[in-house]
């Protein structure tokens, strides 16, 4: 190190020194904050994230469930639906239940609400014209049954059953509408409820974002 001394006003001296760039202690380099993701992309989605099979077969109460890939290709930005064949004591039953997550899941849903009901509410009223003007169960000798009315369910944040076969509801913390589709009303409330407690920010299949 050198060192070097003024004399100032010949009582004081003043010094100063150079150490040279060497000793010079390094910068410390500034680091941005690491951000946390949210959701799964929807081509690795899983369903046994939202309910496993054993937990199924269970809340069915089937002898067994298994689960079936389907051969439908989802649109881009959906994962495959989950579909499950699911066996009772004496039959066989199918059950179905899909997401959409996209930015638009909330007019989709919508718009699939007001159809849903719609529908449901034509295939009742048509049902009831033909019953008034006295037709007949056809040559099979099959019973025909009136077709079931809609009505609100309490799942997620909003929710009908419809068809007598299907349930729809918009989730109340993932940002995502979920369809139920099962032939006991329910077991459809029982299941959507499974998966509407099980979705979640973080595991919803939608396309990675900032955590909340």
Request: hydrophobic letters at 35%.
């Amino acid at each position: 190190m050198r060192c070097v001394a003024w004399p100032v006003l010949g009582l004081l001296a003043v010094g100063a020194c150079d150490s040279g760039s060497g000793s010079k202690n390094p910068e410390k380099k500034a680091t941005e904050p690491e951000i946390k993701l949210a959701g799964v992309y929807p081509e690795r989605f899983d369903c046994q994230t939202i309910i496993k099979e054993a937990d199924l077969t269970g809340l069915l109460g089937a002898v067994s469930v298994a689960y079936t890939d389907s051969p439908v290709t989802p649109e881009r930005g959906l994962p495959r639906p989950c579909v499950y064949r699911v066996t009772m004591s004496d039959h066989m039953e199918g059950w179905t239940y899909d997401f959409d997550c996209r930015d638009t899941y909330k007019l989709r849903a919508d718009n699939l609400f007001e159809q849903y009901k719609r529908t449901s509410t034509e295939l009742v009223e048509a049902f009831d014209k033909e019953a008034d003007a006295g037709f007949k169960p056809n040559d099979s000798g099959v019973e025909v049954k009136r077709p079931t009315a809609w009505n609100e369910v309490q799942v997620g944040a909003k929710a009908i059953d419809h068809h007598g076969q299907g349930l729809i509801f918009i989730d109340d913390d993932a940002p995502c509408y979920v369809r139920v589709i099962g032939p006991d009303p329910a077991r459809r409330l029982e299941l959507a409820k499974t998966v509407a407690k099980n979705l979640t920010f973080q595991n919803a299949p939608m396309q990675p974002r900032a955590a909340r």
